[in-house]
């Protein structure tokens, strides 16, 4: 990978930001660690996935670069008021990078995870063909 293609995907995340990403990747959610298991085949979306990639000042869930789609799984905690307008922000701050973000509860993943995987599939279709 060449130094154009690691700041391109990461944007310019500070190293500690790294360190973080390590540790969450270590302690996965339940409902992370069943899309990664699909995620991570290639077959599945026709393309790379990388897990709780660090990204100029953010942690993504799950990222794909080439199709510049990020994927993130909500917990209960993201009801609050105050983390949907962060997220909202965050969102914005991604696609002002050209990243879009596609959000999933525990509850869809848990509990439909074919669907899941079929959304993220179509979305990844329709960015690569952009």
């Not at 660690?33 to 085949?41: G, H, I, V, Y």
């Not at 990388?50 to 670069?65: E, G, K, S």
């Not at 962060?86 to 869809?108: C, M, P, Q, S, W």
Request: net charge negative; glycine share 4%; proline share 3%.
């Amino acid at each position: 990978m060449s130094i154009d293609d690691k700041v391109s995907m990461f944007f310019g995340a500070k190293p500690d930001l790294f360190e973080k990403a390590s540790l969450l990747r270590e302690n996965m959610t339940k409902s992370e660690a069943l899309l990664w298991n699909q995620l991570k085949d290639p077959t599945v979306c026709g393309v790379k996935f990388r897990r709780q990639h660090p990204l100029d000042i953010f942690i993504l869930d799950f990222y794909c670069h080439p199709a510049r789609l990020a994927i993130e799984v909500d917990g209960e905690y993201h009801l609050s008021k105050e983390q949907h307008e962060y997220d909202v922000g965050r969102e914005g701050e991604l696609a002002r990078l050209g990243i879009k973000t596609i959000r999933f509860t525990n509850e869809e993943v848990n509990n439909n995870l074919e669907s899941v995987v079929l959304k993220i599939q179509e979305e990844i279709n329709l960015r690569l063909k952009s």
